[in-house]
């Protein structure tokens, strides 16, 4: 018979906390506001308001003058931590974060 190697014991291993990667622009809570305007929260507590009435009574609103209904507008919810709205229409929440936290809102007209 031949002779076996003992096996190693089983030593503890640094426990390290898992990594979470989270931006501080992403964006934990909406709620719509009178005027085409929402207030949003962010990952790390930040919160303020959007003023969207310009923008989607503007010439150059582009996809956003979807949102001129306000049943339309009213269905703001966040998905993948950004504010959208059906129709694949969403606000940029890095540009979001940085207006908010600098001026405590962000106007787009």
Do not use: C
Not at 74 to 96: F, H, K, N, Q, S
């Amino acid at each position: 018979m031949l002779a076996q190697p003992n096996a190693p014991q089983n030593l503890p291993v640094a426990v390290t906390p898992a990594v979470s990667p989270r931006a501080k622009w992403r964006v934990v809570a909406v709620e719509v506001l009178p005027a085409y305007r929402l207030r949003v929260r962010f990952v790390d507590g930040v919160e303020g308001v959007v003023d969207m009435d310009g923008l989607v009574h503007s010439v150059g609103a582009g996809v956003f003058a979807a949102l001129v209904d306000p049943d339309v507008f009213g269905r703001a919810a966040v998905e993948y931590r950004a504010v959208t709205w059906p129709g694949e229409i969403d606000l940029a929440p890095d540009a979001m974060y940085a207006a908010i936290r600098e001026n405590g809102e962000w106007v787009l007209a």
